[in-house]
């Protein structure tokens, strides 16, 4: 095999080996994130509640005091 020719491949195999790791390193990263800031259940049931409530509201607000002609 060429002498260039090895050095390609070389360098080939080890920037898909960076690639990799960079991959690998950005996904776990992410997770750790997501763990810190993803809230409790607790807190999303209660999110959730509080959206459907202030829609209820506002819906309810809009229908008592806009009439259909």
Do not use: C, W
């Amino acid at each position: 095999m060429p002498h260039a020719l090895k050095n390609i491949t070389n360098f080939d195999s080890a920037h898909s080996t960076l690639l990799g790791l960079s991959f690998k390193l950005t996904a776990r990263r992410q997770n750790f994130f997501e763990s810190i800031t993803k809230p409790s259940i607790k807190v999303r049931l209660f999110h959730a509640l509080l959206e459907v409530g202030v829609f209820n509201f506002i819906y309810s607000f809009r229908t008592h005091f806009v009439t259909i002609n």
